[in-house]
């Protein structure tokens, strides 16, 4: 699974406006329905809250993965914002999160969604990744990142 594969310019932002994570997963959401990927702004919405409700998605070291299942996602999408302020996420480190990689599912098949949530705490690892995430200036910058590394 490569993650650049569902990502383009269209559904990157760099420089959240969010200070909160349901902010942020409105602007990331924003992006994904002005590309065209998602129909259903408030089930989209309502999926990510409700999965969000069972645990905080900010997995610690600046990073957040907020996901969820939906009948109106026809197949895996997701976007991906950075935060030089940083959002309060409620992550487990209890820091402020400054890369969101957000990512929809439909409800009948989990292996992509499996596979791509596996693949960002890949890079997650990946020495350099979350500084220069951080570090990027541009959505084509943040999508050269991706190339990059994976």
């Not at 990331?28 to 129909?39: F, K, M, P, T, W």
């Not at 989209?44 to 009948?71: M, S």
């Not at 009948?108 to 499996?114: A, F, L, S, W, Y």
């Amino acid at each position: 699974m490569r993650l650049r594969d569902l990502i383009d310019e269209a559904v990157v932002k760099v420089n959240l406006e969010s200070a909160d994570k349901e902010e942020g997963f409105e602007e990331l959401i924003d992006l994904l329905v002005r590309a065209g990927r998602l129909s259903d702004r408030a089930g989209a919405l309502e999926a990510v809250t409700q999965r969000e409700a069972r645990g905080t998605t900010g997995i610690g070291n600046g990073l957040a993965i907020p996901h969820g299942k939906h009948a109106s996602v026809p197949s895996l999408v997701a976007a991906v914002g950075t935060s030089a302020e940083g959002i309060e996420f409620d992550a487990i480190d209890g820091e402020p999160v400054h890369v969101v990689f957000l990512l929809l599912a439909p409800v009948n098949d989990p292996g992509p969604h499996v596979r791509a949530l596996a693949e960002i705490a890949r890079l997650a690892q990946t020495p350099g990744f979350y500084r220069k995430m951080t570090e990027a200036a541009s959505a084509e910058e943040v999508l050269d990142i991706l190339d990059a590394e994976e």
